[in-house]
């Protein structure tokens, strides 16, 4: 069975702080994708990574896939008030997710 | 483009009654969709894999029995939760998979179904 392992799995900071999630596992997938999801609404796809070492940059979002296909992080720069969500990642082969980071970003 | 779309957005029903929850995909066609449930402050846990045509596959512990799913056409998936308990109550949130987007996925607005 595949695991995914986010972390942290809360985060609660000052607007304009910086913050990596992590998302660490044993297998080894062909993508993972990042989503955000608000509260009673399904999830929005952010990024997919499918390249060992890939690093995509989406605005004030930088994600990365490690270089064994196994790991992933996202990292936030300057966080604002709009980026609180619930983060997940997502690994395939199937869609499987990890738990979830809970960020409240505070003005 | 790639929209899912779910009917209804909530239900509230007796215990014992069924439920069927809809998915579709508005500007493409899906030969895969899955559905997730999840649960207060956790993350999406896949029940099953819907394949056009044949029988849906679900992963293990997912009563089969119990969460019908149907996947006639390229555009509509249900799920059905049959006898439906209390402990059913939860967030259903079906996904498409786009073949010629690299199969990325796209999430419906999900359904919260309360069980009275």
């Known amino acids: 069975t595949q695991l995914l392992e986010q972390s942290p799995q809360f985060l609660s900071i000052q607007e304009g702080e910086n913050l990596t999630v992590y998302c660490n596992s044993s297998s080894v997938f062909s993508s993972l994708q990042w989503y955000r999801q608000e509260p009673g609404e399904g999830p929005v796809l952010l990024v997919t990574v499918v390249t060992g070492g890939e690093v995509k940059k989406l605005k004030r979002l930088t994600f990365q896939f490690g270089d064994a296909r196994k790991d992933s992080s996202l990292h936030i720069t300057a966080a604002q008030p709009g980026d609180t969500g619930l983060y997940l990642c997502g690994g395939y082969n199937k869609l499987i997710f990890g738990a979830g980071t809970r960020l409240a970003v505070h003005p | 483009g790639a929209v899912v779309s779910q009917h209804p957005s909530w239900v509230i029903c007796k215990s014992g009654t069924s439920v069927k929850i809809e998915c579709r995909s508005l500007d493409f066609q899906a030969t895969t969709m899955f559905w997730y449930r999840q649960f207060p402050k956790q993350s999406l846990m896949l029940m099953a894999t819907?394949?056009?045509?044949?029988?849906?596959?679900?992963e293990q512990g997912v009563e089969k029995d119990k969460f019908l799913i149907n996947h006639a056409s390229l555009t509509l998936s249900t799920l059905t939760v049959t006898s439906a308990h209390p402990e059913d109550s939860s967030f259903y949130i079906c996904?498409?998979?786009?073949?010629?987007?690299?199969?990325?996925?796209?999430f419906g607005p999900g359904t919260r179904l309360t069980v009275l």
């Open positions: 819907s394949n056009e045509g044949s029988k849906a596959t679900y």
């Open positions: 996904s498409a998979r786009v073949v010629q987007k690299d199969n990325e996925q796209f």
